[in-house]
């Protein structure tokens, strides 16, 4: 790709020549064999795993592996360009022939299991870079046809991660925060590349995906120009105690580089939205058809076809409101749909949060007890606890107009970093007594803070390759959980909430596949979920439109959290009295992150131990 030859060249300064000598790091070699000349399979792995690390060094600082002799990972963002992604699947055709080719006779379950883990994300992986555009994640959740958009791209992603995930504890740390900064301007421009790409062939977002991405942009080009904006304020408010000019190197990069990259990205979005349908789904793009069946088998890790899964969706929702009905009845609320009646019961001031900041703050509160409690039960659902490391920090400001209600992850393998809860308060309206506590165990613990802790004892690069399916299959499992253990046992408005989130995943199914594969509109999508299931519009809004960014995402979760269920009613069947949930949540999380064919496997060889 050839970038703008109007963006400002990097200042040959200090930080600017580590960042240099970082992006020079040569590419990790795999190992096929240790010093022995025997097969060495952990040689193999890890090998793989600092070979990607080289292309999403960001990554390795989240995991807090960026030391040593990959300190240099530490100075350095993502390539975002055309050549990147291509340097990138190069490393993942390499990787995957090699693990193809090893002999894994004779093996231990835990290295079959990774093995198997590489090739299921690699493969598919590759498949989506064959495809004519979007976004990869590879081993992640995160496929999108759309480089920059109200939920994805640098302008959201690199002043989050700066922000909350760069550690800054020492002078060489803000150096390399600093080198980081500096290639952001890059990082921008090199999407602009792949989204005017796009755009040549034919592919444009939706008017109304473009018009929020639009308003963002231009928030993020207006706190950038004040003094350097929320980037400076970081790195200025940690380095206070040090001696250095690291803000106002900042605010120089700011201003010379990210700002003008900022508005070249805009141009371009502005551009598009002149040329935008309102067609929201795949299926009216180019190659859609196409794009959506791999992102669909991506997100949920099957064959299944998008009709099925859209009948699956149906039929589990029925199941989960002929739940909520006789809760709903003992309430008092009996006329009307399920829908209809949950409507009536978000609009009960009882279960409503303060507006405003005193809202914003008895959220917060909220959250910390219903986190204090889960930790107590831990014990009852586990045979060895995590620490269950976590920060609970409202979304960006940016971020807020564009961003679901709350997302969450573990922190570093080290525990240096805690997981975060990110919680969306950019209005109150989103939130509800009876809602927060399973959005709470969605995202944190037993979800995934939680689960994540386990898969980060885990070889590094199970800690890098995640399932959408798995992951949250097990954070609805994890909401599951926190019922079982008495979350709601006096409590039956709270277990409303509980079966409405369930529900409100078995209507993704239904929607995601509706907007991609039927040719629905926005607006039918906003509404299955306000009629059907009682959702307020404030937060399905946002919820249709992150569908339309991130095709078949939202599908993986309920078809992740039956299969759970699924494999643990076969655990219960085979062991009959030796089965404890302990044990059996235990090998889940102990497994890792897996496809769901693993996760079977991974089951039946948890089965076998313990008949044995």
């Given amino acids: 790709m050839t970038q703008d030859t109007d963006r400002p060249a990097l200042p040959c300064t200090r930080r600017a020549a580590l960042h240099l000598l970082a992006a020079g790091t040569a590419t990790v070699a795999l190992p096929l064999r240790a010093a022995s000349g025997r097969p060495d399979a952990a040689a193999l792995l890890d090998g793989i795993a600092w070979s990607l690390l080289e292309h999403v060094p960001e ?14 990972l530490r100075a350095r963002l993502e390539d975002r360009s055309q050549a990147g992604r291509d340097a990138y699947a190069a490393t993942l055709r390499r990787g995957l022939a090699v693990v193809e080719a090893f002999d894994a006779a004779g093996l231990d379950h835990s290295t079959r299991t990774s093995l198997a883990v590489v090739r299921s994300a690699f493969a598919t992986a590759l498949e989506g ?13 995160r496929n999108t046809p759309y480089v920059v958009i109200q939920n994805v791209g640098a302008y959201l992603d690199a002043p989050r991660f700066l922000d909350a995930d760069h550690p800054v504890k020492t002078p060489s740390d803000a150096d390399a925060w600093v080198a980081r900064a500096s290639q952001l301007g890059a990082q921008l421009d090199g999407e602009l590349g792949r989204i005017r790409a796009a755009a040549g062939n034919g592919l444009v977002p939706p008017d109304f995906l473009l018009d929020r991405a639009i308003g963002q942009l231009k928030s993020t080009i207006a ?53 935008a349908g309102s067609a929201p789904g795949m299926r009216e793009r180019p190659h859609g058809a196409e794009y959506y069946a791999w992102a669909l088998r991506a997100s949920t890790t099957t064959q299944v076809p998008a009709e099925e899964v ?28 399920v829908g209809a009646r949950m409507t009536a019961l978000s609009e009960d001031k009882r279960f409503m949060f303060p507006e405003g900041d005193p809202g914003r703050a008895e959220i917060l509160a909220f959250i910390g007890q219903r986190v204090d409690w889960i930790r107590r039960q831990m014990p009852r659902a586990f045979r060895e606890l995590v620490p269950g490391s976590l920060e609970v920090r409202r979304l960006p400001l940016s971020e807020e107009p564009g961003a679901p209600t709350a997302y969450g992850g573990a922190g570093s393998k080290d525990g240096s970093i805690p997981g975060k809860m990110w919680i969306n308060l950019r209005s109150i309206d989103l939130h509800r007594k009876y809602d927060l506590p399973t959005l709470v165990h969605h995202e944190a613990i037993p979800g995934h803070v939680w689960q994540g802790e386990y898969a980060n004892r885990l070889p590094l690069i199970r800690s890098i390759l995640a399932f959408n399916a798995y992951s949250e299959g097990w954070a609805l499992y994890g909401e599951q959980l926190a019922d079982e253990l008495g979350a709601y046992d006096d409590d039956p408005v709270g277990r409303l909430g509980y079966l409405q989130s369930l529900a409100f995943r078995a209507c993704r199914m239904v929607v995601d596949t509706g907007l991609h594969a039927k040719g629905w509109s926005r607006e039918e999508a906003v509404r299955f979920f306000m009629e059907k299931n009682g959702n307020k519009r404030e937060e399905v809004v946002n919820e249709v439109d992150r569908y339309c960014s991130w095709p078949g995402q939202a599908c993986g979760y309920k078809m992740g959290h039956s299969q759970i269920v699924a494999q643990r ?22 497994g890792g992150n897996v496809p769901l064919d693993v996760l079977a496997q991974n089951v039946g060889d948890y089965i076998a131990r313990r008949k044995a």
């Fill in 569 to 590: 009613a076969r655990a219960q069947q085979a062991l009959g009295t030796a089965y404890d949930l302990r044990d059996y949540d235990q090998a889940v999380v102990d």
């Fill in 129 to 141: 870079f064959a495809l004519p555009y979007g976004d990869v994640a590879v081993g992640g959740w």
């Fill in 223 to 275: 706190d950038a120009r004040a003094e350097g904006g929320s980037l400076a304020a970081s790195i200025a408010g940690r380095t206070r105690q040090m001696r250095g000019n690291w803000a106002n190197d900042t605010r120089s990069i700011v201003t010379t580089q990210v700002v003008p990259a900022l508005e070249r990205q805009l141009a371009e979005l502005e551009r598009q939205r002149g040329l």
């Fill in 59 to 72: 990554t390795a600082t989240t995991l807090g592996v960026d030391t040593g002799a990959h300190a240099a």
């Fill in 310 to 337: 859209h009948q699956r969706g149906l039929q589990e929702l029925a199941e989960l409101h002929a739940r909520m009905d006789p809760i709903l009845r003992s309430l008092g609320y009996s006329n009307g749909t």
